[in-house]
């Protein structure tokens, strides 16, 4: 008999997710993704100027907040079809690509790790043996017996205490753990310094974007940073050269670090390759634009169908009409008022909540489709889009990470394994090795523009009478990330926001095709109902942003919920 299962919330993500799971036999048979929140700002834009609109939307979320900065003043750009200095372009970059290394970093150790690392396991291992088998796996230079010591003297420390904090709650010992103490312990090291790394790469950001989060540097038309390599209060070669190193520090940990745990990881679970593929429709953004207009790209995107890598379809430029006319979101399920499917310049987002209905009304994520289905966005999309468009450094780090697991699990181990849960996650680390890399070649690229005499960071926009319309694209960390904006006579006239956790965390659609998560979850095992570590795994691997897909409003203004701060 089918027995129900709620995760509510799920945790170690930002915002708030339920997850509901029928289990019959030891697996998933049906899904439901809700999202627990409304998120109001396409309200809120409204009547206002499309130049405030990117200060507004960043705002959705304290995690992903460069992201829509950076979407929303691309799609009022996009209307108005402005061009943006190179210099903008390449500033731009650089925050969004510490951004997403940080994001990365962030999600693979903190959030996404404790599900297959076994913090009390740890406590038990030989840190010589540990430091032997990191040796074996890669150069790193945390890899030291000291070091790795030192982190387990440290964890013991802390468990004494009785606040486990983060390690409070986790499934010690659950049987779908199945690392060894060592492995577990190696794991935790760089749990820790991970701490410090992605506090580096957060710098560059802050450096470049005034503060972080929310950044204070974007404006449509380009930047806000002067450039003056003879002024210590604007950007000068100084503070470049800060990001530079800042870069390379980082660069270190994620490709003989991150790189070799998330091989090894995958190699001691390469049963998880069998589970959690879902949806196989792909789909991705161009990214780090080179040019004023956005028609050349360092990290290329696009569209692949039903998992087949042959059919892929580029996304080529700002303004490209393959993407504009594509997507649609669908409400059938979704707690706003009516039923329908509409493009997102003519949707409209009006609040209409019921209970939780199995077959009817059950989330306030919208649910997107592309060519009419639903598609995973992420970077196991954007991976593969680049795989296959043939961006050299991406081939690169596949073929590495495929390579060890292989290796490691003594089996040959593919492209295919990569649509499945384990897959995802190493989609990330790849994408952030990749991005390490883009960051050396974006700031290569703008201090050879300045050294070229070009200093300009700033198009004025202007509005003119009548209705434009605009979309503004960006491979966020968690994926496609798309802002839609109706402008008339210079004020917001209609805004929306099709988010990466919207394309995957979407209710069942129009046509009742399941979203990305639901679909993934299906015949995932699940050992124990009560400790459902696994369902955990497959959402997590996604890395939800549910603040991003939704917004909490309470109009009769009642206490939602108390935290108690430790």
């Not at 560059?204 to 929310?214: D, E, Y």
């Not at 319309?469 to 109706?486: C, K, N, Q, T």
């Amino acid at each position: 008999m089918a027995k129900r299962i709620v995760v509510d919330p799920v945790t170690r993500i930002e915002g708030h997710l339920r997850i509901d799971c029928e289990v019959d036999n030891g697996k998933v048979t049906k899904a439901w993704s809700s999202g627990q929140m409304w998120r109001g700002i396409e309200v809120i834009l409204q009547g206002r100027d499309p130049r405030e609109a990117w200060l507004f939307t960043q705002r959705i979320c304290g995690v992903c907040t460069t992201v829509h900065a950076v979407a929303s003043v691309r799609a009022v750009e996009n209307a108005l079809d402005m061009e943006v200095p190179l210099n903008a372009q390449f500033i731009r970059n650089l925050i969004i690509g510490g951004h997403g290394v940080h994001d990365h970093m962030v999600h693979f150790y903190h959030l996404c790790a404790l599900d297959w690392v076994d913090i009390v396991s740890a406590l038990q291992a030989d840190p010589k043996k540990t430091a032997a088998l990191g040796q074996s796996l890669s150069a790193w230079k945390g890899n030291s017996y000291n070091e790795i010591k030192a982190v387990q003297d440290r964890l013991k420390g802390f468990v004494a205490t009785g606040q486990l904090g983060p390690f409070g709650s986790g499934y010690w010992g659950h049987p779908a753990m199945k690392l060894s103490p060592e492995v577990n312990l190696l794991a935790v090291t760089h749990y820790m310094q991970a701490l410090e790394y992605q506090r580096k790469i957060n710098q560059v950001v802050a450096i470049l974007g005034s503060k972080t989060p929310h950044i204070q540097n974007l404006a449509v038309g380009g930047v806000a940073n002067p450039i003056n390599l003879d002024s210590s209060s604007a950007l000068n070669m100084e503070k470049l050269y800060h990001v530079k190193t800042l870069i390379d520090e980082v660069n270190d940990f994620v490709k003989t670090a991150m790189l070799s745990d998330v091989a090894a990881v995958g190699a001691f679970y390469a049963d998880w390759t069998a589970y959690g593929a879902g949806v196989t429709n792909y789909l991705s953004a161009p990214d780090m634009p080179m040019d004023s207009r956005g028609t050349v790209f360092e990290l290329p995107g696009g569209y692949i169908a039903n998992g087949d890598v042959g059919d892929f379809t580029p996304i080529k430029s700002y303004r490209d009409e393959f993407f504009e006319k594509n997507v649609q979101e669908s409400i059938k399920h979704s707690w706003y008022e009516g039923d329908w499917t509409r493009h997102p310049y003519e949707e409209e987002t009006v609040p209409n909540y019921t209970d939780f209905q199995d077959d009817g009304k059950y989330s306030w994520v919208k649910s997107p489709t592309f060519q009419g289905e639903p598609a995973q966005v992420g970077p196991l999309a954007n991976v593969l889009a680049m795989y296959v468009a043939g961006h050299e450094p991406t081939r690169k780090y596949v073929d590495q990470t495929l390579a060890t697991v292989s290796s490691l699990a003594k089996t040959e181990v593919g492209i295919p394994a990569l649509h499945s849960t384990i897959g995802r996650i190493a989609a990330r680390v790849v994408r952030c090795a990749v991005l390490n890399d883009t960051l050396t070649n974006q700031w290569n690229g703008l201090v050879e523009n300045i050294a070229s005499g070009d200093i300009a960071t700033f198009n004025q926009p202007v509005f003119p009478k009548g209705e434009q319309r605009g979309f503004g694209y960006h491979e966020a960390p968690r994926g496609i990330l798309s802002h839609w904006v109706v402008i008339e006579d210079g004020k917001i006239k209609n805004y929306q926001c099709v988010v990466p956790s919207t394309w995957n965390a979407g209710p069942r659609n129009g046509n009742d095709a399941p979203g990305p998560y639901e679909a993934s979850l299906v015949g995932n095992p699940v050992a124990d109902p009560e400790k459902p570590l696994e369902v955990l795994r497959t959402v997590h691997s996604f890395d939800p942003c549910l603040a991003c897909a939704i917004h909490l409003v309470d109009k009769e203004n009642e206490e939602i919920v108390r935290v108690k701060v430790l």
